[in-house]
Structures are given as C-alpha cells and as structure tokens.
C-alpha cells in the first residue's frame, strides 16, 4: 500500500514540506558515511533554511500549538493521563520554539563558507575541489567530524522540526476513514466538512496509479493517473480504482 497526503491550506502545506527535509537531512546525514551523503545532507540544509525561514512560518506554528492547549483545556477527554501529557508535549516545544530569539537559519547565513558553499551549488559542479578547496577538504575530513559539523549547524532549527511533527501528528491521529471507488478513474464528492485540513489516500501499489486532487470546502475532485517516467503527468486511467479517502483535521473530531 501507498499513502499520498494532500493538504489542504498553505499552513499545512509548509508543515509537511518541513517535515519532508528534515526527514531527509536525517536520512543524508546519520544513515550513511559517504562525503556525497553530507553534500546532499547540506544542500538539504540550505532548503531547511529557506522553506521554514518565512517570518510567517513561525507564527503559524506559535497559533496552531496555542488552538491544540485551548482545544484540550476545553474538552472532556476519556483519557486524562494521554490528554496530559500531550498537553506537556506542546507547552515544550512552544517555549522550544519561542526560546530562538534570532531569525530562522541566522547562524547560517552569518557563516561566510556556508553561504560560498550555497550559492556554488546552483553552479552545475560549482563545488568540484578545484573550485572550493576548502569545501573539498572538508569532505575528506572522517565521517564522525563531518556529522558533528552538520548536527551543529542543524541544531538551533530543530525547535521548529519539533513544533511541527507534533502538530502533524495531532493531524493525522484525527481522522475519518471511507472505502471509495473511482469509476473509470474518476471520483467526486460534492463537500468536506470545514474542519478538513489534509486528504491522504490510500491504494495498493500494484495499482500504478497516481491521485490528482482538487479539493475545496465546496467540491472534491480526485483523478487517477497511470504512473510514467517519461512525461509529467500521466495518462488518466480507464478503469475503476478501489481506494481508501482519510480526512485528516486538527481538531479532535472530524465532521
């Protein structure tokens, strides 16, 4: 089986590419040694620090953590102990959060080699070692010193990492399920409830097939696609495709 998530507003959009990266930095940057996994573990971190570095990112976080403590202090939840300790969950990565007075990725962009380092990687081989001496030296360091300089680096942005996968796990822990059909690979559905904030759809791999959503308060709209790596977009497929639709909200119900 396969998962696609589809948000469905700008803040849950910026939340899931965040998650993206750092998922990926992780991946680049502990799970393997080689010099070329720590490049593209920095490259990474460049896009961290421009994606999740918005003024306004940090403020919908801040919004959202304080809706989810209102939200629990306001319901009657059959499980005080679990209701707790999220509650604790999200005054820590709130105060986290708060607690990084300076601009998002300052300690970067204040890092002359760092910034070198980035505006070569828009060159096409812009960082050959003839080109950034330093940065190939870098590169030949052992892996351990190389780990430590990008979990160093990684550090003060990791506050927001937190804040976000916390709320994204309150996103997808509320959910509602539905077994749907899409004849000739098509499916419509005439509303959501407001309080959607994320489509994830479930199918079986073996299906080759790809959701093209168009989603709204008013109208859903999901397309199926046959999967290609030759064009963009596939073609739509013909025949019927059996799917899971999972309506995801911050809220702890869904309508």
Known sequence: ???FEHPLSERVRSFLRIEHLFSRFNTESVCAQSPWAHHLALFTLFEI????????????ILQELERQKQLLAGSLAPDAQEADKIKHKLQ????????????????LRENEWLMAIKQRMQVPG???PFDMTSYYYWQQLPHERRLADLQKWIGMLTPTYNAVSVLLGILRSNTR????????GNYQ???????IHMLTIELDMAQQAL????????FTHIRFLSVSQESARGKQ????????????????VVA
């Open 189 to 195: 559905h005439n509303s959501l409830a407001q309080n």
């Open 1 to 3: 089986m396969i998962r």
């Open 49 to 60: 620090m421009e994606c999740a570095g918005r003024a306004e990112v940090k403020l919908d």
């Open 92 to 107: 820590a990565v709130a105060e986290n959060l708060q607690g990084v007075q300076q601009k998002f990725g300052q300690h």
């Open 126 to 128: 812009g960082t050959s």
């Open 237 to 252: 497929l013909e025949e019927d495709v059996p799917f899971k639709l999972i309506m995801c909200s911050f809220d702890p």
């Open 177 to 184: 399920a539905v077994e749907c059909v899409a004849q000739k």
């Open 211 to 218: 959701p093209e959503v168009s989603a709204n308060k008013y």
